[in-house]
């Protein structure tokens, strides 16, 4: 089973950037779908993107197309999220997931703050 390892959270300024990573250990993603979820404090978790590793087709949610891509790096094993123009409301702890199968698999998650 995949296990993921998140990375690249932090403190931001409103209109700033970071980049998310997702890389995996245990074994290398293959068939998998793997998308970022977040969960802002108080709220439910909900999806931000997604993309499908075999063919690299990916989706986003509208509330973050145009200002966050998601990409990935065969080398690596690794899934990234840029996000751009960040917004106070994109404060949130994000969670990569693995979808193989039927079974989904969660990393432990990074914060990201954005200030305003």
């Known amino acids: 089973q995949v296990q993921m390892v998140e990375s690249g959270g932090g403190l931001v300024q409103a209109g700033g950037s970071l980049r998310l990573s997702c890389a995996a250990s245990?074994?290398?993603?293959?068939?998998?779908?793997i998308n970022w979820f977040r969960q802002a404090p108080g709220k439910e978790r909900e999806f931000v993107a997604g993309i499908n590793w075999s063919s690299s087709s990916s989706s986003y949610a509208d509330s973050v197309k145009g200002r966050f891509t998601i990409s990935k790096d065969n080398a690596k094993n690794t899934v990234y999220l840029q996000m751009n123009n960040l917004k106070p409301e994109d404060t949130a702890i994000y969670f990569c997931?693995?979808?193989?199968?039927?079974?989904?698999?969660w990393g432990q998650g990074t914060q990201v703050t954005v200030s305003s």
């Open positions: 245990g074994r290398t993603f293959s068939r998998h779908f």
């Open positions: 997931a693995a979808d193989l199968d039927s079974r989904r698999t």
